[in-house]
């Protein structure tokens, strides 16, 4: 079974930078998996924010990115505010089906 | 309004058959593919299934856990998609998302309308699998 793996929690400062991975249990990460990430607040349905690896929709704001970093993929926040709170979810493509990881608990304090 | 709608949850015994829908309005709902996406309670993300555009061939294709026992189908003269549940087991309890998209590969929509990127969700419908 395929295992998309994220760092559980992350805590960062407001106004500081924080990169979240996105690892595949099968072996790198590449652009053929279009990594996507997404967004989730309480109580919300999730927001996409990125697709194929790097492409922000209309509504992304510029501080986040998207990327390929040392066989994973990335989503990093630069100056990261506190609404940026929220639960964060990397989505792979896999042999014809897609798969989440489990998701990052981002904390900004 | 472009948006999504889904209705159809609920309570439902072990065992039991469940199908739940979703509506969408205000865009043309048969250019593209359309996905199912399924929360836990208090638990991450899972993608459940995709139906393609009858354009693309409307195929489906379903993640290990659901296969052979869930099937999505579309209307495309009612711009519905619909999720049939069959067999549900207690592990199948989450809140059922309909999203826009399911293509991986990235088509201008000036090319191509409808190859969404999950970019459009719906509020999600409760389905509780309990004896």
């Known amino acids: 079974q395929t295992v998309v793996t994220q760092e559980p929690s992350l805590t960062v400062s407001p106004g500081g930078t924080v990169t979240l991975t996105c690892a595949f249990s099968?072996?790198?990460?590449?652009?053929?998996?279009?990594p996507n990430w997404f967004q989730q607040k309480p109580g919300q349905a999730p927001r996409a924010l990125i697709y194929?690896?790097?492409i922000k929709q209309s509504w992304t704001p510029v501080r986040f990115s998207g990327s390929l970093l040392g066989g994973k993929a990335a989503l990093t926040l630069s100056g990261v505010q506190p609404d940026d709170e929220a639960d964060y979810y990397c989505?792979?493509?896999?042999?014809?089906?897609?798969?989440f990881g489990g998701g990052t608990k981002l904390t900004v304090l | 309004e472009v948006q999504l709608v889904e209705s159809g949850g609920g309570l439902v015994k072990p065992g039991g058959s469940l199908t739940l829908s979703c509506a969408a309005s205000g865009f043309t709902f048969s250019d593209g593919w359309m996905s199912w996406v399924r929360q836990a309670p208090g638990k991450g993300l899972e993608w459940v299934g995709r139906i393609k555009s009858k354009n693309d061939g409307g195929t489906t294709e379903y993640a290990a856990p659901v296969k052979g026992r869930f099937t999505i189908s579309r209307d495309d003269s009612k711009n519905t998609v619909d999720l049939q549940m069959n067999s549900l087991k207690t592990e199948d309890t989450a809140v059922y998302y309909c999203t826009r998209g399911g293509s991986a590969v990235v088509v201008p929509a000036t090319i191509r309308p409808g190859y969404w990127h999950f970019d459009l969700w719906g509020r999600g419908t409760l389905v509780s699998v309990s004896s």
């Open positions: 989505l792979l493509y896999y042999g014809g089906a897609w798969v």
């Open positions: 099968t072996g790198a990460v590449t652009s053929g998996n279009y």
């Open positions: 194929s690896t790097s």
